[in-house]
């Protein structure tokens, strides 16, 4: 009997059997599995894999599978009609050209020269990156038949069903669609949303990415400022009225760069004022497995309660895994998910089959949830680190806000937009590789920043170096 099926068999077996057994009770050791169909370990292993990414079963490692709680029921669906008015906006002003500045996106993603330290990285340093499991996961998923074939061009099922359920109980697997990245899956967003030359609603300051995916899609992004509690949602109304526009993006976790997180009192402020626009919100949920260990618990996504589809969320595992596991999702209802769905297939067809099936082996195997924990315990660390390295050696440099998540500190230099260029220089000529926080304004920026990351370093000691290289170009800049 092929592999294959026989992990299916199992599963439907199994799956017809959950019943017998109450929430949180135990399932039938791996080796009575092996004994009572007669298949191999790794049969039994995939299949328990496979029910867990169903949501059905949990495991625990060193004690064995877990029948699961069950899910909450969906709720009733909600009136999308209003997105065909949306939609269907295209009369806009005049086109705006698409010129793209990658300048601020490759700021994070260029390799800095050797013996500079990466305190402008944008990814997990590779002493945080899960690189066995990942390539356990890859190699299990290599040996799966059919693991090179073409995958449905939504993304496999069962991936859209861990997406789904991560998002929140109002999302179902028929409204996700898998990406090649958060990226990927932005620029979709918004060229399904608006038209050439149609205004933007941007959080200031926000990703750069974003903003570069936004005019090259012809758009004009406008800024609407935010504070310690993100998006301030009376200048938002100001500004959808003052622009017309019918997009928000947001990123409502651990916003980058400021770190900020909106606030529960504003959450369904915002929508509201997005619905009474006919606008959509864009959720960037970039960071919510960059969670901190003393961070509390944290908002459910805007989409997880959002029947009448306002929101369209992008989420991704990227970020928490390698800059090369460039999976994610999008997330919408009615309409708009043709629209999403259509662009995603012209675009680029489908993700890759053996990235999906490395990804589903990822998540659901025990290594997920350990480096989860690791995760957030080790930036938790390094957060502190730098936050108390800069307040030692750079008190000059004002942190507004000290993240309970995410991957760097935001901070506001005591003069202006040129000491923030000189500082950048400065500070590559001393061996350490910051970023300007010119890239992240989509307009004049208040102030000059930086942004200094702790995730993309080795630790604390090559943070303290990093500190010490700062202020020493610090000092230069003063004494010139």
Same mark, same amino acid.
């Given at each position: 009997? !092929? ?6 068999e199992?599963?439907?077996s ?12 135990k399932l @039938?050791s791996?080796?009575?599995l ?8 790794v049969? /039994?292993?995939?299949?328990i ?7 059905? /079963?949990?495991?625990r490692p060193?004690?064995? +599978?877990?029948?699961?709680?069950p ?6 669906p909600g #009136?999308?009609s ?7 906006g295209?009369?806009?002003p005049?086109?705006?050209?698409r010129?793209?500045? =990658?300048s601020?996106v490759l ?10 330290i990466e ?5 997990l340093? +590779?002493?945080? !990156?899960p690189e066995r499991?990942l390539s356990?996961?890859l190699a299990?998923?290599?040996?799966r ?5 073409? @995958?449905?061009?939504d ?14 109980p109002?999302?179902s697997?028929?409204d ?6 958060g990226q990927?899956?932005? =620029? ?6 608006a038209p050439?030359g ?12 974003m ?5 090259a899609?012809g758009?004009?992004p406008?800024p609407?400022?935010? #504070?310690?509690d993100?998006?301030?949602?009376e200048l938002?109304?100001?500004a ?10 947001i990123?409502?976790?651990? !916003?980058?760069p400021?770190g900020?997180?909106?606030a529960?009192?504003r959450?369904?402020e915002i929508?509201a004022?997005?619905?009474? =626009?006919g ?5 960037d949920?970039?960071?919510?497995r960059?969670?901190?260990?003393d961070?509390?618990?944290?908002p459910?996504?805007l989409? +997880? ?10 989420c991704?595992l ?6 090369s596991?460039?999976?994610?999702a999008l997330?919408?209802?009615?309409p ?12 680029s067809?489908?993700v ?8 589903l082996?990822?998540?659901g195997?025990p290594?997920?949830g350990r480096h ?12 502190t680190?730098?936050?108390t390295?800069?307040?030692g050696?750079l008190?000059?440099? +004002?942190?507004?806000?000290?993240p309970?998540g ?12 040129a000491e923030?260029? =000189?500082l950048?220089s ?13 890239p992240?304004f989509?307009a004049e920026?208040?102030?000059g920043?930086v942004?200094l990351?702790?995730?993309?370093v ?5 943070i303290?170096e990093g ?6 170009a610090? #000092? ?5």
């Amino acid at each position: 009997m !092929q592999e294959r099926s026989s992990v299916a068999e199992l599963v439907t077996s199994l799956r017809a059997e959950l019943n017998r057994y109450s929430p949180g009770g135990k399932l @039938p050791s791996s080796r009575a599995l092996v004994e009572r169909f007669r298949v191999s370990p790794v049969t /039994v292993s995939r299949a328990i894999a496979q029910l867990a990414a169903e949501g059905l /079963v949990t495991t625990r490692p060193g004690s064995g +599978a877990f029948r699961a709680e069950p899910r909450a029921a969906l709720p009733a669906p909600g #009136d999308t009609s209003w997105q065909e008015v949306s939609l269907s906006g295209d009369g806009g002003p005049e086109v705006v050209p698409r010129t793209v500045d =990658a300048s601020g996106v490759l700021v994070t993603l260029a390799a800095p020269p050797p013996g500079v330290i990466e305190l402008n990285g944008g990814y997990l340093h +590779a002493s945080l !990156q899960p690189e066995r499991a990942l390539s356990a996961a890859l190699a299990r998923a290599g040996r799966r038949p059919g693991a090179w074939g073409r @995958p449905p061009t939504d993304g496999l099922p069962e991936l859209r069903s861990w997406f789904a359920r991560e998002i929140g109980p109002a999302v179902s697997a028929a409204d996700v669609l898998i990406t090649a990245g958060g990226q990927s899956a932005l =620029a979709t967003a918004l060229r399904a949303l608006a038209p050439p030359g149609a205004p933007v609603l941007v959080e200031s300051p926000t990703y750069p990415g974003m903003l570069a995916v936004a005019r090259a899609t012809g758009l004009r992004p406008v800024p609407v400022p935010m #504070d310690a509690d993100g998006v301030r949602p009376e200048l938002l109304a100001d500004a959808f009225r003052a622009t017309g526009a019918r997009v928000l993006v947001i990123q409502p976790l651990f !916003q980058n760069p400021t770190g900020a997180t909106l606030a529960p009192a504003r959450r369904p402020e915002i929508l509201a004022t997005a619905r009474a =626009a006919g606008a959509f919100v864009v959720e960037d949920d970039f960071a919510r497995r960059l969670v901190h260990d003393d961070a509390g618990p944290l908002p459910a996504p805007l989409a +997880a309660d959002d029947p009448d589809g306002t929101v369209v969320h992008v989420c991704s595992l990227t970020k928490v895994t390698s800059p090369s596991l460039r999976v994610g999702a999008l997330a919408a209802r009615g309409p708009v998910l043709e629209r999403l769905r259509a662009i995603q297939v012209v675009d680029s067809f489908f993700v890759p089959r053996p990235l999906q099936e490395a990804a589903l082996e990822l998540v659901g195997s025990p290594s997920w949830g350990r480096h989860l924990a690791a995760v957030a315990t080790e930036l938790r660390h390094r957060r502190t680190a730098l936050a108390t390295a800069l307040g030692g050696e750079l008190p000059e440099l +004002a942190l507004p806000h000290l993240p309970a998540g995410g991957g760097s500190l935001w901070l506001r230099l005591p003069g202006g937009g040129a000491e923030e260029s =000189a500082l950048v220089s400065a500070a590559l000529r001393a061996s350490v590789a910051i970023a300007p926080g010119r890239p992240y304004f989509c307009a004049e920026p208040p102030a000059g920043h930086v942004r200094l990351s702790f995730a993309a370093v080795s630790g604390a000691a090559e943070i303290a170096e990093g500190v010490r290289r700062l202020r020493t170009a610090f #000092d230069g800049l003063l004494g010139s």
